[in-house]
């Protein structure tokens, strides 16, 4: 009878056991390191969902504040033109007021300089630039007049005609330093016209200085009789 003896010289760690799947040390190690990292992993992206539904809720606040300052801001520039408009009047019916009986004088004078073959469009008074320095401006003489630059516009038929209307502004009491600005030429149907601009100085004349020049006009008149 043969008797077989089997000699296993394989070491412990790799010899084959019956009965099952062995990790090791190492192996239950890995695995737990693996499912630390996981965690680590789940707990970091649910903060940063987390963060990122705190930052999408001030986002949204800030969009409604940002549209209700929209809105603000879009109202206080609604005042503020309301604001101009309604000073640009106030200034204009305060001229008006304060030059009142010099205006009607002043556009009766200017229809009676308007010669045939001429029209007028518009006529502008120009805001005056303050002097830069208010001292210097308060040590000059005032003048009994007060004197506004002003603008012409208007249209003629014939050059001749705007000459003509530019040395009766010249010879009037209420304008001088005429210029002509700018002329340009059109058609008007099938008549040949101009489109000008003048610019001039208007003065302010009360009745006081006005009865001081015609005064003045008749004893110059009267020198040069003598």
């Known amino acids: 009878m043969t008797t077989m003896i089997n000699i ?27 499912i630390g990292v996981l965690l680590m992993f789940g707990a ?3 903060w940063q969902l987390y963060k990122m539904d705190e930052l999408e809720g001030q986002m949204q606040i800030a969009r409604a504040r940002t549209a209700q300052l929209q809105k603000d801001i879009q109202l206080v520039d609604a005042l503020m033109d309301i604001k101009a408009k309604i000073t640009d009047r ?24 308007v010669p045939d073959f001429i029209w007028l469009s518009h006529f502008t008074e120009l805001k005056q630039p303050k002097p830069a320095n208010d001292s210097t401006a308060a040590a000059r003489p005032t ?21 003509s ?15 002509l600005v700018t002329t340009e ?24 200085e ?17």
């Open 143 to 163: 003048t009994l007049a007060e004197i506004k630059p002003a603008e012409i516009e208007g249209f003629s038929f014939t050059l001749n005609a705007l000459a």
């Open 90 to 113: 106030l200034e204009a019916v305060e001229r008006l007021d304060r030059h009142r009986s010099a205006w009607v004088r002043i556009l009766e004078d200017l229809s009676k300089d």
């Open 185 to 208: 030429e059109f058609t008007f149907g099938k008549q040949k016209a101009y489109n000008f601009k003048l610019s001039c100085n208007v003065h302010y004349l009360s009745d006081e």
């Open 210 to 226: 006005l009865e001081k020049i015609y005064s003045q006009k008749e004893s110059d008149s009267n020198s040069n009789i003598n």
């Open 44 to 46: 970091v992206s649910g």
């Open 165 to 179: 209307f530019m040395i009766k502004l010249m010879r009037s009491d209420y304008f001088d330093n005429i210029d």
């Open 8 to 34: 296993n010289l394989l070491p412990k760690q790799f010899s084959k056991r019956s009965g099952g799947f062995s990790l090791g040390k190492h192996g239950v190690y890995t695995i737990i390191a693996a």
